[in-house]
């Protein structure tokens, strides 16, 4: 928690807080700044024309902890989030608590990219605070999370554009797969809408996976044309086949790439296993890992495509950036796309 003396020594915020009482400004929970007062010192800092980097860093799946090991627990995850944050900010910046599980973070010395990179490089790197175990009445618990950040005035000139910038990196970090972090670049990001980096929901992606097998009259134009829309719409880098006869197949362009691939000793949690990174796929297969290096892929999700006790090949998501968080809406598309190529290919065998 915040003593009044550790806000002293952080930049300006001495001056700042000669309006306030202590006490008014901290969480009740975590003991960082509240939002109330974190917005505030941002537009202080923006008034008086302070260079600064603004952070939003957002808790990946925390429901899903409250959920699990209960709201108890999961203010625990919360009360140490922002102790590991405050800890690694130290005087060189400030941490708040948006809501929830967000924080805010106002980072000093770090406006120009490669400095930030580095900075938030170290925050996800050697169990610092992200990507790791934290252990809570006998519950290990592994934290990861996505942040977005842009800085003043080189990224915005007010606070509703930088925060503007920030929100819009922190949706492209989630919709990356989460557990990373997005440095605001006006090239990139500057005309990015929000209504892109949200992408169709569960049941409407379902509906389209029919319809367009429903529509097309050939094997191979349904495949290629489906997994398109599947790649497209979850962003993936590519989409794979291995058939029974462990042939491996890239399914968007319907193109041969290997055979004699066997995963059948490969062991799944509910015909579903994960990679993170590409020593991962290397352990379920070299010859997999060999192929899917190729084309740069380093995160999957690999689903045994069974119907009854009957195997009818491997069904894998590829992406080529690390440590992707996979999210349950996904596994649901990906065992849904499975079937309904399963079901395509037992009615084709009828005809």
Same mark, same amino acid.
């Given at each position: 928690?915040?003593?009044?003396?550790?806000?002293?020594?952080?930049?300006?915020?001495?001056?700042?807080?000669?309006?306030?009482?202590? %006490? =008014? !400004?901290?969480?009740?929970?975590?003991?960082? &700044?509240? @939002?109330?007062?974190? +917005?505030?010192?941002?537009? $202080?800092? *923006?008034?008086?024309?302070?260079?600064?980097?603004?952070?939003?860093?957002?808790?990946?799946?925390?429901?899903?902890?409250?959920?699990?090991?209960?709201?108890?627990?999961?203010?625990?995850?919360?009360?140490?989030?922002?102790?590991?944050?405050?800890?690694?900010?130290?005087?060189?910046?400030?941490?708040?608590?948006?809501?929830?599980?967000?924080?805010?973070?106002?980072?000093?010395?770090?406006?120009?990219?490669?400095?930030?990179?580095?900075?938030?490089?170290?925050?996800?790197?050697?169990?610092?605070?992200?990507?790791?175990?934290?252990?809570?009445?006998?519950?290990?618990?592994?934290?990861?999370?996505?942040?977005?950040?842009?800085?003043?005035?080189?990224?915005?000139?007010?606070? %509703? =554009? !930088?925060?503007?910038?920030?929100?819009?990196? &922190?949706? @492209?970090?989630?919709? +990356?797969?989460?557990?990373? $972090?997005? *440095?605001?670049?006006?090239?990139?990001?500057?005309?990015?809408?929000?209504?892109?980096?949200?992408?169709?929901?569960?049941?409407?992606?379902?509906?389209?996976?029919?319809?367009?097998?429903?529509?097309?009259?050939?094997?191979?134009?349904?495949?290629?044309?489906?997994?398109?829309?599947?790649?497209?719409?979850?962003?993936?880098?590519?989409?794979?086949?291995?058939?029974?006869?462990?042939?491996?197949?890239?399914?968007?362009?319907?193109?041969?790439?290997?055979?004699?691939?066997?995963?059948?000793?490969?062991?799944?949690?509910?015909?579903?296993?994960?990679?993170?990174?590409?020593?991962?796929?290397?352990?379920?297969?070299?010859?997999?890992?060999?192929?899917?290096?190729?084309?740069?892929?380093?995160?999957?999700?690999?689903?045994?495509?069974?119907?009854?006790?009957?195997?009818?090949?491997?069904?894998?998501?590829?992406?080529?950036?690390?440590?992707?968080?996979?999210?349950?809406?996904?596994?649901?598309?990906?065992?849904?796309?499975?079937?309904?190529?399963?079901?395509?290919?037992?009615?084709?065998?009828?005809?």
């Amino acid at each position: 928690m915040y003593t009044k003396e550790d806000l002293e020594n952080i930049k300006e915020f001495k001056n700042f807080l000669c309006n306030y009482n202590v %006490d =008014d !400004l901290l969480d009740p929970l975590t003991g960082v &700044l509240n @939002r109330k007062s974190m +917005k505030e010192y941002i537009n $202080y800092l *923006i008034y008086n024309k302070y260079d600064f980097r603004l952070a939003i860093v957002d808790l990946d799946n925390f429901k899903n902890i409250n959920d699990k090991f209960g709201h108890i627990v999961g203010d625990k995850v919360l009360v140490q989030v922002a102790a590991d944050l405050t800890s690694f900010i130290d005087d060189n910046g400030i941490v708040g608590r948006f809501g929830g599980d967000e924080f805010l973070l106002v980072i000093f010395g770090c406006n120009e990219y490669e400095q930030i990179h580095d900075y938030c490089k170290a925050m996800y790197k050697d169990f610092n605070v992200f990507r790791k175990e934290l252990k809570f009445d006998d519950n290990n618990i592994f934290i990861t999370a996505t942040l977005g950040t842009s800085a003043f005035p080189d990224d915005a000139k007010t606070f %509703d =554009d !930088l925060f503007t910038n920030v929100d819009k990196t &922190l949706y @492209r970090g989630k919709n +990356k797969g989460r557990n990373c $972090y997005i *440095i605001y670049v006006e090239e990139k990001h500057k005309d990015l809408d929000f209504t892109t980096l949200t992408r169709d929901d569960e049941a409407t992606i379902h509906f389209n996976i029919n319809a367009i097998f429903n529509s097309k009259s050939n094997v191979n134009s349904r495949l290629i044309e489906s997994s398109t829309y599947i790649k497209n719409c979850m962003l993936l880098d590519n989409i794979f086949y291995i058939n029974v006869n462990g042939q491996l197949f890239n399914l968007t362009t319907g193109t041969l790439i290997a055979e004699n691939i066997d995963l059948s000793k490969v062991k799944f949690n509910n015909d579903i296993t994960k990679t993170n990174y590409s020593t991962d796929i290397k352990k379920v297969n070299i010859k997999l890992f060999q192929y899917l290096s190729k084309f740069g892929i380093s995160s999957t999700l690999i689903n045994k495509m069974r119907f009854g006790q009957q195997v009818y090949g491997y069904l894998i998501l590829g992406l080529k950036r690390i440590a992707k968080i996979w999210q349950n809406d996904e596994i649901s598309i990906l065992l849904f796309y499975s079937k309904e190529i399963i079901l395509d290919s037992i009615q084709q065998k009828k005809h």
